[in-house]
């Protein structure tokens, strides 16, 4: 079968509007639903981090209360536990996409602070959007297509269609006051068409070969997605 891509925040602090570092990483579901999904297709997954630093998950992403319980909780953390590749990433900066049958960004806050403003991810970002191949990112993942800009000052995704993390999720997530910037803003001023779906919801928008899910309960059925793409 084929190899995928993901692209993995290597940030583990977001830092707020009044200095702040608020610890975070990658949301673990966001990581692991997908990862399950395409494994069991049998496709092999390659990480991909900034300078190639191993990832950091966001211990919130592992609390019960954000999985539906204990069990739930339990299950994404020996899934993540299982997830080998995050242990060995390769270097955004070095990836060839020529290598890859599709690319996967997962969320958390991560994102926000490293990938949104990364030359090398937004370059990787704008190839994968021209190749056709599978692109898919989910919930604060977006926040990477910001650093997607063409030589013009134009966003590539600029007119597309997709979910995103939304200003109300961030609102009830508490962290809306107290952030430098929204990623539904942002979006939306590079040109970006976000389209909101109910807070929590699963959201999950398929235009051209972008594939883009609103928060964690979307990242399942965004990998059901690009595997209809992938047969």
Same mark, same amino acid.
């Given at each position: ?18 200095? =702040? ?11 692991? @639903? ?19 630093? *191993? ?85 604060? @993942? ?11 000052? =134009? ?10 993390? =939304? ?26 068409? *976000? ?28 990998? *059901? ?7």
């Amino acid at each position: 079968m084929s190899k995928l891509l993901f692209v993995v925040t290597g940030a583990d602090h977001w830092t707020l509007a009044d200095g =702040t570092k608020h610890p975070t990483g990658f949301w673990a579901e966001e990581a692991v @639903a997908p990862y399950q999904a395409f494994k069991a297709a049998g496709h092999e997954i390659v990480v991909a981090t900034p300078g190639g630093v *191993v990832p950091t998950v966001d211990k919130g992403s592992l609390a019960p209360e954000v999985n539906g319980g204990q069990e739930n909780a339990d299950r994404i953390a020996d899934a993540l536990a299982g997830f080998g590749e995050l242990q060995s990433p390769i270097k955004v900066e070095d990836v060839d996409l020529d290598d890859y049958a599709a690319v996967f960004y997962p969320g958390g806050h991560g994102p926000m602070e490293d990938l949104a403003v990364n030359a090398d991810s937004g370059r990787l970002l704008t190839l994968a959007l021209e190749s056709g191949k599978p692109l898919g990112v989910v919930c604060h @993942a977006p926040a990477a297509l910001l650093a997607a800009v063409e030589a013009d000052g =134009t966003n590539a995704f600029a007119g597309y269609d997709v979910a995103a993390f =939304t200003n109300a999720e961030e609102t009830q997530a508490g962290f809306a006051d107290k952030a430098k910037w929204l990623l539904q803003d942002r979006l939306t001023e590079a040109g970006v068409n *976000v389209r909101a779906g109910e807070p929590w919801v699963p959201n999950v928008v398929v235009d051209r070969n972008l594939v883009t899910g609103q928060n964690p309960a979307s990242s399942a059925p965004l990998a *059901v997605e690009m595997l209809k793409k992938l047969a």
